[in-house]
């Protein structure tokens, strides 16, 4: 058993213009000590997904199962969902701000959170490991900085102070949330060996989104490619890189500027929008922006299939259309 299997995950919203499918049925596990990557636009599902198995879409529409330990996360109350964030299932988001209070102390909070979920942990001993978490998410001089306002810490600081509080309680999984995406080059590099790093020592299992696909390059085992509320390409990151089989994975893989899979250093943005989610596109989501499209394209959807072992792709292109890209210039219509 994996330590998360989400089946046939499906969630949706009343608005004034219609109902938006966000996810429309997503399936994927997780073991422990292992790293996945979910990646995909804005507005393609990978964050709603995951915030729904968190109960934090209130007033979302949700079907499917997600077991964690074999424990339905889409079935339990709020309450014990509150029990489950935190000691079990912590996420770190893209802006720290909107977690750490701007009011109070990093340490404090550090040890607040610690307190609220371990009552029997003294305040001394809570604030000693506080210091220890940011010296180990490398805070210099952590005895001193714990009495710090997140304003006093930099971007990049506060990011990490976000980490160590998300490791505080030895969660089993951590979701995070494009962690890096408002960091500079440099500190977001930095960032993400510190989560591999203390991923690998703590042999906690990781979901990392992101838009950018670079940023798993290094990462990830596994990749999970999302476009308009569904998985479209699911297998290793090896595989993805280097024999990735949907269009709009080889899109992605053209628009990282350089790195695994990077083309040259040339940054070729996916050219059209991401579609509507109120109507999405008929047949296949992706076909109104696909430079392969085929007639079929516009009328049947493209099943979730395998093209290869443990490598699903939903395209119709034909299974052994592995490694698009330039190559693969001779298949377009
Ligand atoms: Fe493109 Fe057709 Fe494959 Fe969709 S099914 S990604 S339109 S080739
Ligand atoms: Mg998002």
Known sequence: MSLLEVTDLKVSFNTSDGVVQAVRGMTFSIDRGKTLGIVGESGSGKSVSTQTLMGLTPGAKVSGQALFEGQDLLSMTPDQLRRIRGPQIS????????????????????????????????????????????????????????????????????????????????????????????????????????????????????????????????????????????????????????????????????????????????LIPIPGQPPSLISPPSGCSFHPRCPYVMDTCRVDEPPLREVAAGHGSACWLPKDALGLGPEAEQLRE
């Open 91 to 266: 996420m770190i988001f893209q802006d720290p701000l909107s977690s750490l209070h701007p009011l109070y102390k990093v340490g404090w909070q550090i040890v607040e959170m610690i307190r609220a979920h371990e009552p029997n942990v003294s305040k001394a001993d809570a604030r000693k490991r506080a210091v220890e978490l940011l010296g180990m998410v490398g805070i210099p001089q952590p005895d001193r900085r714990v009495d710090d306002y997140p304003h006093q810490f930099s971007g990049g600081m506060r990011q990490r102070a976000m980490i160590a509080m998300a490791l505080a309680l030895n969660p089993k999984l951590i979701i995070a949330d494009e962690p890096t995406t408002a960091l500079d080059a440099t500190v977001q590099a930095q960032i993400l060996d510190l989560m591999l790093r203390l991923q690998r020592e703590f042999d906690t299992a990781l979901i990392m989104i992101t838009h950018d696909l670079g940023v798993i390059a290094d990462l990830a085992d596994d990749v999970l490619v999302m476009y308009a509320g569904k998985p479209v390409e699911q297998t290793d990151r090896r595989s993805l890189y280097y024999r990735s089989h949907h269009p709009y994975s080889a899109g992605l893989l053209r628009s990282i500027p350089s790195g695994a899979g990077g083309r040259g250093g040339r």
